[in-house]
């Protein structure tokens, strides 16, 4: 049994992964900025990075830090100020712990660090892994790149720092998904473009079983890729929604409506990318969902 404190575990993984973790007999203690729910559950404690406010102590004994902390970037539009938010909402909590940790002398034996595969960019011909150079080649690279190069800001105060780079995660309820079915109620599912562009994802499960052997084993990689071993194209992604949610027809919509609704964060619509993971196929996991229809069925 470890403990492990999950920053910014009160949003879609961490809610997830602390019933995982829990599940496995580990102390989970989650650190949010939201006072109410801190009040009603005993495992949440009140932090906010901003004001800089936390009561040390909570790092006493912990075992594992997993930072989760990061503003949704599928919500609101990105003007300058929203791009802002989103930037200095993951790394203010990252240098907030780095001072906290360099004031108290704390160190924590392991730190999983969030990060996202937006840091490969838009890659319209080659499949990348944890090898391949990264540049900054758009907003979304850019923002994981600064988030990366402030996460290692962490490694004095650990002994072993993880960057981990999530693909985009399925689960039936919440996110992506969630906001494709809930058009499915209309009798269709809107998508947008060709749908040639490859979209790399993972399932919640499988997300919260690799962090969960992270946590086992004895010696975590430096930078690791959560992607399944399949990406799927959009076309084949909408198509099999469509049977998924039983809904008659498709709803292909052009692309320049996309751009006029969600401005530029249309990207996140099909962004291409083929991302493999190296480390995955190293530590010998066995995915719960290899593929999306794996994935719709189970
Ligand atoms: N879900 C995905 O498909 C996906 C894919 C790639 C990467 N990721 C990354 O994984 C992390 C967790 O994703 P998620 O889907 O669980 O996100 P989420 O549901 O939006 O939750 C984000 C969490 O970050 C905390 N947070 C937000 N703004 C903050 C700020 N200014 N200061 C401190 N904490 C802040 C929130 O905690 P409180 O409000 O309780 O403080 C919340 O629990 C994010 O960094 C996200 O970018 C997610």
């Given at each position: 049994?470890?403990?492990?404190?999950?920053?910014g575990g009160s949003g879609m993984l961490g809610k997830e992964l602390r019933k995982k973790l829990v599940s496995e007999n580990h102390e989970v203690v989650i650190l949010s900025r939201n006072k109410s729910i801190c009040k009603q559950s005993s495992d949440h404690i009140y932090w906010n990075p901003e004001k800089q406010w936390i009561d040390p102590n909570v790092f006493v004994s912990t075992d594992v830090l997993i930072n989760l902390c990061g503003s949704n970037i599928s919500q609101g539009r990105w003007t300058s100020q929203r791009k802002k938010e989103l930037l200095e909402s993951r790394i203010i909590p990252i240098h907030f712990l780095v001072d906290v940790f360099k004031r108290h002398q704390i160190r924590i034996p392991k730190i999983l660090q969030a990060s996202a595969i937006g840091i490969y960019g838009r890659q319209d011909i080659e499949s990348v892994d944890e090898s391949t150079r990264v540049s900054s080649t758009d907003f979304l690279s850019n923002?994981?790149?600064?988030?990366?190069?402030?996460?290692?800001?962490?490694?004095?105060?650990c002994d072993q720092l993880s960057l981990v780079r999530i693909g985009v995660v399925l689960d039936k309820q919440e996110g992506m998904l969630a906001k494709i079915a809930s058009t499915s109620g209309f009798k269709f599912i809107a998508c947008f473009g060709k749908g040639r562009e490859t979209l790399s994802w993972i399932s919640g499960t499988d997300f919260c079983n690799i962090v969960s052997k992270l946590i086992d084993v004895v010696e975590i990689p430096n930078i690791i890729?959560?992607?399944?071993?399949?990406?799927?194209?959009?076309?084949?992604?909408?198509?099999?929604?469509?049977?998924?949610f039983k809904v008659p027809f498709l709803l292909r919509l052009p692309e320049f409506l996309g751009k006029w609704i969600f401005g530029e964060m249309f990207v996140l619509l099909n962004y291409n990318q083929k991302v493999k993971s190296k480390n995955l196929t190293n530590m010998n996991y066995q995915f719960i969902h290899p593929s999306l229809e794996d994935f719709l069925k189970k």
């Amino acid at each position: 049994m470890a403990k492990i404190i999950i920053a910014g575990g009160s949003g879609m993984l961490g809610k997830e992964l602390r019933k995982k973790l829990v599940s496995e007999n580990h102390e989970v203690v989650i650190l949010s900025r939201n006072k109410s729910i801190c009040k009603q559950s005993s495992d949440h404690i009140y932090w906010n990075p901003e004001k800089q406010w936390i009561d040390p102590n909570v790092f006493v004994s912990t075992d594992v830090l997993i930072n989760l902390c990061g503003s949704n970037i599928s919500q609101g539009r990105w003007t300058s100020q929203r791009k802002k938010e989103l930037l200095e909402s993951r790394i203010i909590p990252i240098h907030f712990l780095v001072d906290v940790f360099k004031r108290h002398q704390i160190r924590i034996p392991k730190i999983l660090q969030a990060s996202a595969i937006g840091i490969y960019g838009r890659q319209d011909i080659e499949s990348v892994d944890e090898s391949t150079r990264v540049s900054s080649t758009d907003f979304l690279s850019n923002l994981c790149l600064q988030w990366e190069k402030s996460g290692t800001l962490l490694r004095p105060y650990c002994d072993q720092l993880s960057l981990v780079r999530i693909g985009v995660v399925l689960d039936k309820q919440e996110g992506m998904l969630a906001k494709i079915a809930s058009t499915s109620g209309f009798k269709f599912i809107a998508c947008f473009g060709k749908g040639r562009e490859t979209l790399s994802w993972i399932s919640g499960t499988d997300f919260c079983n690799i962090v969960s052997k992270l946590i086992d084993v004895v010696e975590i990689p430096n930078i690791i890729n959560l992607v399944s071993p399949h990406w799927t194209t959009y076309s084949s992604f909408y198509l099999q929604l469509k049977h998924f949610f039983k809904v008659p027809f498709l709803l292909r919509l052009p692309e320049f409506l996309g751009k006029w609704i969600f401005g530029e964060m249309f990207v996140l619509l099909n962004y291409n990318q083929k991302v493999k993971s190296k480390n995955l196929t190293n530590m010998n996991y066995q995915f719960i969902h290899p593929s999306l229809e794996d994935f719709l069925k189970k």
